[in-house]
């Protein structure tokens, strides 16, 4: 039922408007400046850097990490790190649309809190003491909206007009960050209804790709992708549930984490049809540095979240794992010992083939762990398309969705209008069977995953495989997510890397080219090679559930072999 008596277009201008105003006057760019993002194509670097100044770009320029270490050691105070990135983040939005929530007077408040109490006590609060986290608009933070990209969630809590939870609501997560020391300053762009591989919502409209605005930044975590792309955000909070926090990484050349849903808190975190929790969302992370992911993930980790939240499996943080996994690689990601890694290549999964700058990136990685003196296999696992099949975050028939909608009257988005159409929920013994075919499709999956130690003993202990068929795609050209869903079906753990990008010299398709399938051909003949020039080129590092620790430390010893072998 609609609750707002006003046009929720007028209502949708209105907050735009409103969030624009919380950019300081001294920080806002003039309409030239504005026009000439337009007509970029690459917005991150030269362009962005072209309106900071160069005490901010040395600040934003600090991976979180030493970050930490420098704000730890006093050689910089939380309010000059604060100020830096919110500037950076309020250019960024300007030239990119990429935030939902600002609420830099509470970070630049929130900063000098911190200072105080560095120079009262003479240490730091926490483990995150100054680190500006940003947060994709699921989290709430008092004071602030989440809208989710509804436009008739905003100026309430989840569409609740209740005086007792409007902005009085804070997520675990969100909690759990402060008592850390971070500061928060922003909540970034996604698509309406958080399905969609794309950052598309009729409140902001469209967030694009800053290495490349031909193309997308991804979904549904893309503004906070896109975000650390221009270097207003070095590490933040996401959510995956499809691919949510691997696609945008993936697209905008930054590493991710997705956790197994249940290691940390989804608690007062707003969703998409939370009543199905068959396959749950997770909580995860983005960064600039697989080092940035480590200290976010352990620090909120190191909080005892399971205390608080009864969902939460209580398994603290195990840094013997990447210690151990370290120990055993020297430079350039080279095995020391008799113990090298054995790593799965998943080259394609027999129902679309990736594109030529994919295809390359993975042979890029295959190459440099055999240089390194890993072992690589073919990956050849259980057919995705079972996993592609079961629509569980449609099985209510799209009633949530519409009934948030409702709200204010807006429409479906385009993309999604007829996959999203309002229709009879699945009956309950059409769920348990599928729920049943999920449990076979596990199964089978993890028997084959142990099939791999029958030659030599040892268990393939990663797999590397797209993300998706192609890098950061075409807009309206995402055809196949099977290759992240296939992880959620199983709940598995996984990192994402930047790997190279694409080259429209060496990245050339195929004369030869037999389509798979009819998806296969669809997302083949989508590739062209002038528009793809650039984009950036990410995989993904699959582990087993609740592997998180050691899909860090693989994905180090992944990097230092691709910088070895460059």
């Known amino acids: 039922m609609q609750i707002f008596k006003e046009q929720w277009q007028t209502r949708a201008q209105r907050k735009v408007a409103e969030t624009l105003s919380k950019i300081p ?72 649309n990429c935030l939902h929530e600002i609420f830099f007077d509470q970070a630049l408040e929130r900063a000098e809190e911190l200072d105080s109490y560095y120079t009262e006590h003479g240490k730091t609060m926490g483990s995150l003491h100054g680190i500006p986290v940003s947060l994709k608009d699921q989290f709430h933070v008092k004071g602030n909206d989440a809208t989710m990209g509804y436009v008739g969630w905003i ?60 193309l997308s930044c991804g979904g549904s975590s893309g503004g906070e992708a896109a975000l650390k792309a221009l270097r207003g955000s070095i590490v933040g909070v996401g959510t995956d549930i499809g691919g949510s926090v691997r696609i945008p990484a993936a697209f905008c050349g930054v590493f991710s984490l997705k956790p197994t849903p249940e ?53 603290p943080w195990r840094q013997d794992i990447i210690d151990d996994i370290l120990s055993n690689t020297g430079k350039g990601g080279g095995v020391l010992n008799s113990k090298p890694l054995k790593i799965g290549i998943f080259w394609n999964d027999g129902i679309v083939q990736p594109q030529p700058p994919i295809a390359r990136g993975i042979r890029q990685v295959a190459t440099a762990l055999s240089q390194a003196g890993h072992k690589c296999v073919d990956w050849e696992p259980p057919s995705q398309e079972t996993a592609k099949r079961l629509a569980f975050l449609k099985a209510d028939g799209a009633h949530d969705v519409h009934q948030q909608l409702d709200l204010s009257g807006e429409p479906l988005i385009p ?40 030659d030599d003993g040892q268990a393939v202990d990663a797999v590397v495989m797209p993300v998706a068929p192609h890098a950061a795609v075409i807009p309206g050209k995402f055809y196949y997510t099977a290759y992240t ?67 860090l430390a693989i994905a180090t010893v992944i990097k230092a072999a691709l910088d070895a072998a460059d």
């Not at 609740?160 to 997560?173: G, L, M």
Request: glycine content about 4%.
């Open 25 to 96: 006057p001294q920080w806002r760019l003039s309409s030239s400046d504005l026009e000439r993002a337009k007509k970029e194509r690459v917005l991150r670097g030269p362009f962005i850097e072209s309106f900071l100044e160069p005490k901010e770009l040395e600040i934003i320029h600090h991976d979180t990490v030493e970050l930490s270490q420098k704000i730890r050691a006093g050689d910089l105070t939380a309010r000059r790190v604060a100020e830096a990135f919110c500037r950076t983040a309020a250019v960024a939005h300007q030239i990119n």
């Open 415 to 454: 993309p999604l209008r007829q996959s999203f159409e309002l229709r009879d929920p699945v009956s309950l013994l059409e769920y348990q069977d599928l729920t049943l075919q999920g449990l076979v499709y596990e199964r089978a999956y993890t028997d084959y995953w142990q099939s791999t130690s029958a």
């Open 485 to 551: 869903e296939s992880i959620n079906l199983m709940n598995y753990s996984a990192c994402v890397i930047p790997v190279t990008k694409a080259d429209k010299d060496i990245d050339i398709a195929s004369k030869d080219f037999k389509p798979l399938s009819e998806i296969d051909g669809k997302n083949w003949d989508a590739y062209d090679a002038e528009v793809y020039d650039g984009a950036p080129v990410g995989l993904q590092i699959v582990g087993r559930k609740f592997q998180e620790e050691k899909m």
């Open 155 to 214: 100026d309430t809590y989840e569409g609740s007009t209740d005086p007792a939870k409007v902005h009085k609501i804070e997520s675990q997560v969100v909690k759990e960050l402060l008592s850390l020391g971070a500061i928060l300053y922003c909540t970034t762009s996604l698509p309406q209804t958080l399905l969609i591989g794309e950052t598309i919502n009729n409140i902001i409209g469209q967030t694009l790709n800053p290495h490349n605005q031909l």
């Open 263 to 315: 290691r940390f808190s989804y608690r007062d975190v707003a969703n998409t049809n939370p009543g199905q929790d068959t396959y749950r969302s997770t909580v995860g992370f983005l960064s600039t540095t697989i080092d940035g992911l480590q200290l976010i993930a352990s620090s909120v980790l190191s909080t005892e979240p399971w205390l608080r939240d009864p969902a939460v499996i209580p398994l």
